[in-house]
Nanobody, 124 residues
Framework: QVRLVESGGGLVQAGGSLRLSCAGSTRVFSGYATGWFRQAPGKNREFVAAEDWRGINTYYTDAVKGRFTMSRDIAANTFYLQMNSLKPEDTAVYYC?????????????????WGQGTQVTVSS
């Protein structure tokens, strides 16, 4: 069982930056792909980024490419989403996630573990 705890959301002006953290209760990188999703008001939850369990391949949705970056601290059992050049359309609740199958994770289907979500609000 893996428990994921998020932190780092908040209110920021357009063009600003935030870093989200997702701390795992156990060795989340041992065989689990990790990733981020977001859900804006009135919209479905959508894929943002994912990384395979080795940290070799990272995938981003087109809307965030060049602005968002995933990283990890293996010793701290924590992974991050650095968000730069934020736009009002990035406003959403952001969820971290982990799954043993990166294809399943990227599709957001039957994902093993989810964080509780953290609000990111970008003002214009």
């Amino acid at each position: 069982q893996v428990r994921l705890v998020e932190s780092g959301g908040g209110l920021v002006q357009a063009g600003g930056s935030l870093r989200l953290s997702c701390a795992g209760s156990t060795r989340v990188f041992s065989g689990y792909a990790t990733g981020w999703f977001r859900q804006a008001p009135g919209k479905n939850r959508e894929f943002v980024a994912a990384e395979d369990w080795r940290g070799i391949n990272t995938y981003y949705t087109d809307a965030v490419k060049g602005r968002f970056t995933m990283s990890r601290d293996i010793a701290a059992n924590t992974f991050y989403l650095q968000m730069n050049s934020l736009k009002p359309e990035d406003t959403a609740v952001y969820y971290c996630a982990a799954d043993s199958n990166i294809l399943q994770l990227r599709a957001g289907i039957r994902v093993n573990y989810w964080g509780q979500g953290t609000q990111v609000t970008v003002s214009s």
